[in-house]
């Protein structure tokens, strides 16, 4: 056997695994994206018996928001103009939104 032929085989066999990990890097990087993407578009889903602490209106969108706490957390939704106009602060109820949206706020009156 001569020596360039060892030289050459274990040249390829570096190419080789070169090869195979950035293929594995990619493929890797590739997953990690995919469930990033994943996980930001689940629903985000809030439910609970809340205290709505403050309102606020956003004059250059259009959009009213409300303040809502439970405990430690805090939490930023956004109202129907028909609910910022019906509930006054504080006030607790039953809180149901979904994406940062308000879908019912239920108080016991």
Request: charged share 25%.
């Amino acid at each position: 056997m001569k020596k360039g032929s060892v030289h050459k085989r274990a040249g390829e066999n570096l190419g080789y695994l070169v090869v195979i990990i950035t293929i594995g890097l990619l493929l890797f990087f590739v997953y990690n994206q995919i469930q990033h993407i994943l996980r930001k578009t689940e629903k985000q889903v809030i439910r609970g018996y809340y205290l709505l602490v403050s309102k606020k209106k956003a004059e250059d969108l259009g959009k009213w928001y409300g303040v809502f706490q439970q405990g430690e957390k805090e939490h930023i939704c956004e109202l129907s103009f028909s609910l910022y106009l019906h509930l006054q602060v504080p006030q607790r109820g039953y809180l149901h939104a979904e994406n940062g949206k308000v879908i019912t706020f239920k108080t016991e009156e």
